[in-house]
Structures are given as C-alpha cells and as structure tokens.
T-cell receptor, first 115, second 111 residues
Framework: EPEVTQTPSHQVTQMGQEVILRCVPISNHLYFYWYRQILGQKVEFLVS????????KSEIFDDQFSVERPDGSNFTLKIRSTKLEDSAMYFC?????????????FGPGTRLTVL | AQRVTQPEKLLSVFKGAPVELKCNYS??????LFWYVQYSRQRLQLLLR??SRESIKGFTADLNKGETSFHLKKPFAQEEDSAMYYCALRIGSFGNEKLTFGTGTRLTIIP
C-alpha cells in the first residue's frame, strides 16, 4: 500500500540555520499539507498546497517558512532561520482530489531539534 | 474559530472493559469529525469519520450536534487498542481543507 514518506526522521540544527524537511506524497495525490506538533501539544496545521501554490496557511507559517514542490514527487518545507521554538515533530500529509470527503494520509514525521 | 477539546490526556482501562474517549468541538456550522490513532512508533492514521458511520476495530463514534460531541466508544477494550487517539475537525465543502486536532488522549489497556 502506498505511503507518504519523510526524510530525515530526525534533524538536529543550530539556531539560525536553515533546514529543509522533505516529503514524498502518495503519487496520485494532488493536495499536500504540513502540520507540526510541539512536544506535549496538539498537532497544528501549518500550510496546504495545491496546483503549485499555497491554498491556505496558518499564522504560524510566517516569512521564515516556505514550501516547494521542486519536482513531480517531492514536497519540501524550508525554515530559513530556525528558532528554538521551531523544535517539533513535523508531519507531511497528502490527499487525493476525488470527492468531498478525502482522507489525509500522514507521513511518519521528522523530529526537528533546534539547539 | 473552530476548536477541538479532548479533556483526558491519559486514560487507563482494563482489558474487556468499555472504553469512551471524549471529544467536544466548537464550531457554529456543520463540521466533519474524525478520529485519528497513532500506535507506538507508527504514523497517524485515520480510524473513523462521522460521515461513514461505520465501526472500525470495534470502535464507533456518533456525532451529537446538540452537545457538540464526537465521543469514541468501544464496548470491550483489547490490549492492541493502546495508542494515542486524536479527535479532529474539518470545515468547508471542498474536502481538502485543514484538520484541526485536539490535544489527544493516550489510552492504555491494562491486561
């Protein structure tokens, strides 16, 4: 069964450094998402992406964040200058565009630790 | 703004006993409600949604609009039910809008 994959599984970086988190959505899916979960807190929506543009973003998704679909398979989240508070689990998800009740399929997550 | 509340962070239940995980939401319109489950070292996966009204792994959940609740229930808990459970809400009609999650309930089944 096809799955969303994410790399790396764990990323450690210094404050102020740029990080790129990578996701490979399920191949026939057209809607892509990033969520994050700070330790002990809820899973929070960051951004959704469709047809090569952002369709919705949360207030967390400020100018330090960007998303890109550089080729036909990858979907990336870039944090330009990481802060301590960016330490979290980042989940990618994808869904097909078939009907009104699409399921979002989640990747295993990337744990980002900012030191 | 919409919100999902799961009042219990931790819930321990003996094997064979009934389970109820509570979920309340706040949204003035008609949302779609979901339960996601995360087993140890695995990814978030959809358990069930109110639209389908089906039972998955013995779990059911009924949307109660009057009480704005979507509690997850199972009559007889099994050890493999131990996991993190998240209630989530989606609004909008296109079907690909964001999910708003609760804080989750860690369910532990005591053998």
């Amino acid at each position: 069964e096809p799955e969303v994959t994410q790399t790396p599984s764990h990323q450690v970086t210094q404050m102020g450094q740029e990080v790129i988190l990578r996701c490979v959505p399920i191949s026939n899916h057209l809607y892509f998402y990033w969520y994050r979960q700070i330790l002990g807190q809820k899973v929070e929506f960051l951004v959704s992406f469709y047809n090569n543009e952002i369709s919705e973003k949360s207030e967390i998704f400020d100018d330090q964040f960007s998303v890109e679909r550089p080729d036909g398979s990858n979907f990336t989240l870039k944090i330009r200058s990481t802060k301590l508070e960016d330490s979290a689990m980042y989940f990618c998800a994808s869904s097909p565009v078939e009907n009104f009740h699409n399921e979002q399929f989640f990747g295993p997550g990337t744990r980002l630790t900012v030191l | 703004a919409q919100r999902v509340t799961q009042p219990e962070k931790l819930l321990s239940v003996f094997k064979g006993a009934p389970v109820e995980l509570k979920c309340n939401y706040s949204y003035s319109g008609s949302p779609e409600l979901f339960w996601y489950v995360q087993y140890s070292r695995q990814r978030l996966q959809l358990l069930l949604r109110h639209i389908s009204r089906e039972s998955i792994k013995g779990f059911t959940a009924d949307l109660n609009k009057g009480e704005t609740s979507f509690h997850l229930k199972k009559p007889f808990a099994q050890e493999e039910d131990s996991a993190m459970y998240y209630c989530a809400l989606r609004i909008g009609s296109f079907g690909n809008e964001k999910l708003t999650f609760g804080t989750g309930t860690r369910l532990t089944i005591i053998p």
